[in-house]
Protein backbone atom coordinates (compact mmCIF):
# COMPACT_ATOMS: atom_id res chain seq x y z
CA UNK A 1 0.00 0.00 0.00
CA UNK A 2 0.78 3.08 -0.92
CA UNK A 3 -0.55 5.75 1.34
CA UNK A 4 -0.82 6.32 5.13
CA UNK A 5 -3.63 4.81 6.81
CA UNK A 6 -5.00 7.89 8.13
CA UNK A 7 -5.27 9.02 4.45
CA UNK A 8 -3.29 12.23 4.75
CA UNK A 9 -1.62 13.06 1.44
CA UNK A 10 1.49 12.77 0.76
CA UNK A 11 4.23 13.19 -2.04
CA UNK A 12 3.35 9.69 -4.16
CA UNK A 13 5.99 7.53 -3.76
CA UNK A 14 7.87 5.95 -6.98
CA UNK A 15 7.62 2.73 -6.93
CA UNK A 16 10.05 2.30 -7.59
CA UNK A 17 15.91 -18.10 -25.08
CA UNK A 18 17.52 -25.18 -28.15
CA UNK A 19 20.21 -26.84 -29.13
CA UNK A 20 18.61 -25.72 -32.52
CA UNK A 21 20.07 -28.91 -33.87
CA UNK A 22 22.96 -27.51 -36.20
CA UNK A 23 21.73 -27.86 -39.90
CA UNK A 24 20.71 -31.85 -39.99
CA UNK A 25 23.33 -34.11 -40.18
CA UNK A 26 24.10 -35.08 -43.44
CA UNK A 27 25.16 -38.48 -44.95
CA UNK A 28 26.56 -39.54 -48.47
CA UNK A 29 27.69 -42.70 -49.96
CA UNK A 30 29.55 -43.02 -53.13
CA UNK A 31 30.37 -46.44 -54.57
CA UNK A 32 32.10 -46.34 -58.37
CA UNK A 33 33.49 -48.75 -59.87
CA UNK A 34 35.41 -48.26 -63.36
CA UNK A 35 36.48 -50.70 -65.42
CA UNK A 36 39.13 -50.05 -68.10
CA UNK A 37 40.09 -51.68 -71.39
CA UNK A 38 42.46 -51.29 -73.52
CA UNK A 39 41.03 -52.01 -77.35
CA UNK A 40 42.45 -51.04 -80.74
CA UNK A 41 41.23 -47.90 -82.60
CA UNK A 42 40.36 -48.96 -85.89
CA UNK A 43 37.83 -48.73 -88.67
CA UNK A 44 35.65 -52.08 -88.83
CA UNK A 45 33.70 -52.76 -91.26
CA UNK A 46 29.91 -53.25 -91.41
CA UNK A 47 30.24 -56.89 -90.61
CA UNK A 48 32.65 -56.68 -87.71
CA UNK A 49 30.60 -53.89 -86.24
CA UNK A 50 28.20 -55.82 -85.30
CA UNK A 51 29.99 -57.98 -82.56
CA UNK A 52 31.73 -55.48 -81.37
CA UNK A 53 28.35 -53.79 -80.47
CA UNK A 54 27.42 -56.68 -78.76
CA UNK A 55 29.87 -56.98 -77.13
CA UNK A 56 29.48 -53.60 -75.87
CA UNK A 57 25.90 -53.91 -75.08
CA UNK A 58 26.35 -56.74 -72.57
CA UNK A 59 29.50 -54.78 -71.01
CA UNK A 60 26.86 -51.71 -70.20
CA UNK A 61 24.05 -54.05 -68.43
CA UNK A 62 27.35 -55.91 -66.60
CA UNK A 63 28.49 -52.77 -65.23
CA UNK A 64 24.79 -51.65 -64.60
CA UNK A 65 23.89 -55.05 -62.81
CA UNK A 66 27.29 -54.57 -60.58
CA UNK A 67 26.89 -50.77 -59.68
CA UNK A 68 23.43 -50.29 -59.29
CA UNK A 69 20.95 -48.35 -61.26
CA UNK A 70 19.61 -44.85 -60.09
CA UNK A 71 16.49 -46.97 -59.00
CA UNK A 72 18.50 -49.48 -57.30
CA UNK A 73 19.83 -48.04 -54.04
CA UNK A 74 21.45 -50.10 -51.60
CA UNK A 75 19.43 -50.82 -48.48
CA UNK A 76 19.87 -48.58 -45.38
CA UNK A 77 20.98 -51.33 -42.84
CA UNK A 78 23.71 -52.34 -45.83
CA UNK A 79 25.11 -49.15 -45.99
CA UNK A 80 24.82 -48.53 -42.48
CA UNK A 81 27.23 -51.17 -41.91
CA UNK A 82 29.73 -50.04 -44.18
CA UNK A 83 29.23 -46.50 -43.03
CA UNK A 84 30.78 -45.05 -39.51
CA UNK A 85 28.33 -42.61 -37.58
CA UNK A 86 28.30 -40.17 -35.28
CA UNK A 87 25.74 -39.84 -32.69
CA UNK A 88 24.11 -36.30 -32.36
CA UNK A 89 24.58 -34.86 -29.30
CA UNK A 90 20.95 -34.77 -27.23
CA UNK A 91 18.97 -31.45 -27.02
CA UNK A 92 19.74 -28.89 -24.00
CA UNK A 93 17.08 -27.60 -22.84
CA UNK A 94 17.77 -24.05 -21.08
CA UNK A 95 15.32 -23.71 -18.31
CA UNK A 96 13.91 -20.36 -18.53
CA UNK A 97 14.18 -17.90 -15.46
CA UNK A 98 11.42 -17.15 -13.90
CA UNK A 99 9.41 -13.50 -13.72
CA UNK A 100 6.45 -11.73 -12.48
CA UNK A 101 5.13 -13.15 -15.50
CA UNK A 102 5.16 -16.98 -14.90
CA UNK A 103 4.21 -16.46 -11.22
CA UNK A 104 0.78 -18.80 -11.10
CA UNK A 105 -0.85 -17.40 -7.80
CA UNK A 106 -2.11 -20.57 -6.94
CA UNK A 107 -3.56 -20.77 -3.54
CA UNK A 108 -2.03 -23.87 -2.20
CA UNK A 109 -0.21 -24.27 1.30
CA UNK A 110 1.07 -27.64 0.78
CA UNK A 111 5.26 -26.85 2.05
CA UNK A 112 3.72 -23.04 2.76
CA UNK A 113 3.09 -21.79 6.56
CA UNK A 114 1.51 -18.78 7.54
CA UNK A 115 4.01 -15.91 7.73
CA UNK A 116 1.93 -13.80 10.49
CA UNK A 117 2.30 -17.16 12.76
CA UNK A 118 4.89 -15.02 15.00
CA UNK A 119 2.69 -11.53 14.91
CA UNK A 120 0.01 -10.27 16.49
CA UNK A 121 -1.95 -8.26 13.90
CA UNK A 122 -5.04 -7.15 12.96
CA UNK A 123 -6.04 -7.36 9.06
CA UNK A 124 -6.80 -4.06 7.67
CA UNK A 125 -7.80 -3.27 3.81
CA UNK A 126 -6.48 -5.32 0.48
CA UNK A 127 -4.90 -2.69 -1.82
CA UNK A 128 -1.51 -4.15 -3.70
CA UNK A 129 -1.38 -6.38 -1.21
CA UNK A 130 -2.97 -6.93 2.28
CA UNK A 131 -2.15 -4.24 5.30
CA UNK A 132 -2.14 -5.25 8.72
CA UNK A 133 -1.18 -3.35 12.21
CA UNK A 134 0.82 -5.28 14.91
CA UNK A 135 3.62 -6.43 16.26
CA UNK A 136 5.92 -9.41 16.54
CA UNK A 137 7.86 -11.07 13.70
CA UNK A 138 7.18 -12.04 10.00
CA UNK A 139 8.61 -15.56 8.86
CA UNK A 140 9.04 -16.80 5.13
CA UNK A 141 5.93 -18.27 3.58
CA UNK A 142 8.25 -21.34 1.92
CA UNK A 143 11.79 -21.53 0.94
CA UNK A 144 13.49 -19.07 -1.44
CA UNK A 145 16.12 -16.70 -1.50
CA UNK A 146 16.33 -12.98 -0.58
CA UNK A 147 16.49 -11.05 -3.81
CA UNK A 148 15.90 -7.21 -1.81
CA UNK A 149 16.65 -5.49 1.09
CA UNK A 150 15.76 -1.74 1.45
CA UNK A 151 15.38 0.59 4.41
CA UNK A 152 15.80 3.80 2.45
CA UNK A 153 14.37 5.56 -0.78
CA UNK A 154 12.44 2.41 -1.51
CA UNK A 155 9.27 3.83 -2.84
CA UNK A 156 7.47 2.35 -0.16
CA UNK A 157 6.76 4.68 3.42
CA UNK A 158 9.21 2.37 5.15
CA UNK A 159 11.01 -0.60 4.13
CA UNK A 160 11.23 -3.07 1.28
CA UNK A 161 11.84 -6.74 1.79
CA UNK A 162 11.57 -9.63 -0.53
CA UNK A 163 12.19 -12.50 -1.29
CA UNK A 164 11.56 -15.42 -4.06
CA UNK A 165 10.05 -18.53 -3.55
CA UNK A 166 12.00 -21.79 -4.42
CA UNK A 167 9.14 -24.42 -3.63
CA UNK A 168 5.74 -25.07 -3.34
CA UNK A 169 3.19 -24.60 -6.08
CA UNK A 170 3.88 -21.01 -6.05
CA UNK A 171 7.75 -21.65 -6.94
CA UNK A 172 9.28 -18.45 -8.71
CA UNK A 173 6.87 -15.99 -7.07
CA UNK A 174 8.22 -13.06 -5.32
CA UNK A 175 6.86 -12.27 -1.86
CA UNK A 176 7.25 -8.49 -0.18
CA UNK A 177 6.94 -7.28 3.12
CA UNK A 178 6.87 -3.74 3.13
CA UNK A 179 6.24 -0.17 5.18
CA UNK A 180 7.20 -1.07 8.66
CA UNK A 181 8.97 -3.80 8.93
CA UNK A 182 12.96 -3.70 9.72
CA UNK A 183 15.31 -7.09 8.09
CA UNK A 184 15.76 -9.40 10.57
CA UNK A 185 19.75 -9.43 12.04
CA UNK A 186 22.39 -11.08 9.61
CA UNK A 187 19.93 -11.15 6.39
CA UNK A 188 21.26 -10.68 3.37
CA UNK A 189 20.60 -10.10 -0.49
CA UNK A 190 21.19 -13.45 -2.04
CA UNK A 191 20.53 -15.20 1.01
CA UNK A 192 19.01 -18.74 0.96
CA UNK A 193 15.96 -19.08 3.72
CA UNK A 194 13.85 -21.63 4.78
CA UNK A 195 9.86 -22.17 5.66
CA UNK A 196 9.23 -20.16 8.96
CA UNK A 197 12.51 -18.39 8.99
CA UNK A 198 12.33 -14.60 10.37
CA UNK A 199 12.67 -12.42 8.26
CA UNK A 200 11.62 -9.15 9.37
CA UNK A 201 10.11 -7.66 12.73
CA UNK A 202 7.36 -5.49 12.91
CA UNK A 203 7.43 -1.50 14.00
CA UNK A 204 4.72 -1.31 16.56
CA UNK A 205 2.66 1.64 16.27
CA UNK A 206 4.54 2.48 12.66
CA UNK A 207 1.91 5.29 11.29
CA UNK A 208 1.06 2.89 8.40
CA UNK A 209 1.48 -0.38 9.06
CA UNK A 210 2.96 -2.95 7.16
CA UNK A 211 1.77 -4.39 3.69
CA UNK A 212 2.41 -8.10 2.53
CA UNK A 213 1.76 -9.33 -0.44
CA UNK A 214 2.65 -10.62 -4.06
CA UNK A 215 6.29 -9.07 -5.81
CA UNK A 216 7.93 -8.94 -8.84
CA UNK A 217 11.82 -9.06 -8.88
CA UNK A 218 11.19 -5.95 -10.42
CA UNK A 219 12.98 -3.08 -8.10
CA UNK A 220 10.55 -2.69 -5.44
CA UNK A 221 7.28 -2.77 -7.43
CA UNK A 222 4.40 -5.07 -6.69
CA UNK A 223 2.81 -7.30 -8.56
CA UNK A 224 -0.76 -5.28 -8.52
CA UNK A 225 1.10 -2.45 -10.00
CA UNK A 226 3.43 -3.98 -12.78
CA UNK A 227 0.50 -5.88 -14.12
CA UNK A 228 -2.11 -2.90 -14.42
CA UNK A 229 -4.63 -3.95 -11.36
CA UNK A 230 -3.38 -0.99 -9.63
CA UNK A 231 -3.60 3.15 -9.84
CA UNK A 232 -3.77 6.07 -7.67
CA UNK A 233 -7.37 6.09 -8.28
CA UNK A 234 -7.90 2.69 -7.43
CA UNK A 235 -5.77 3.33 -4.13
CA UNK A 236 -8.40 6.54 -3.01
CA UNK A 237 -11.39 4.24 -3.14
CA UNK A 238 -9.68 1.33 -1.95
CA UNK A 239 -9.89 -0.86 -4.47
CA UNK A 240 -8.34 -4.34 -3.96
CA UNK A 241 -6.25 -5.52 -6.77
CA UNK A 242 -6.33 -8.80 -7.90
CA UNK A 243 -2.97 -9.96 -6.82
CA UNK A 244 -3.98 -8.64 -3.39
CA UNK A 245 -7.07 -10.24 -2.75
CA UNK A 246 -5.03 -13.93 -3.97
CA UNK A 247 -2.40 -12.93 -1.48
CA UNK A 248 -5.28 -12.27 1.16
CA UNK A 249 -6.62 -15.56 0.17
CA UNK A 250 -3.28 -17.57 0.71
CA UNK A 251 -3.06 -16.13 4.26
CA UNK A 252 -6.49 -17.33 5.03
CA UNK A 253 -5.47 -21.07 3.62
CA UNK A 254 -2.53 -21.29 5.65
CA UNK A 255 -4.15 -20.48 8.46
CA UNK A 256 -3.90 -16.15 9.10
CA UNK A 257 -6.38 -13.48 8.98
CA UNK A 258 -7.65 -12.02 5.71
CA UNK A 259 -7.68 -8.67 5.00
CA UNK A 260 -10.29 -6.54 4.47
CA UNK A 261 -11.91 -5.64 1.16
CA UNK A 262 -13.44 -1.67 1.91
CA UNK A 263 -13.95 -0.35 -1.42
Not at 171 to 196: K, R, W
Request: with cysteine; aromatic share 6%; charged share 20%.
Amino acid sequence: MERTRDRARVDPWQEGDDWQDGDPWQESLARSRARRGRSRRRSPGLAGAIPILALLAVGIVVIALSAGGPDDAPPAAAADAHTPTTARPPATTRARPASWRDCPLAIAPAGYVNPLAQAIVNPERIDQGVDYAGVGRLVAIGAGRITHLGMDNTGWPGAFIEYQLRGGADAGCYVYYAEGVVPADGLHVGDTISAGQPIATIIPAYPTGIEIGWGTGISTKAYAKVAGQWSPADDDDDIPSAAGTNFSALIAALGGPPGKNEG
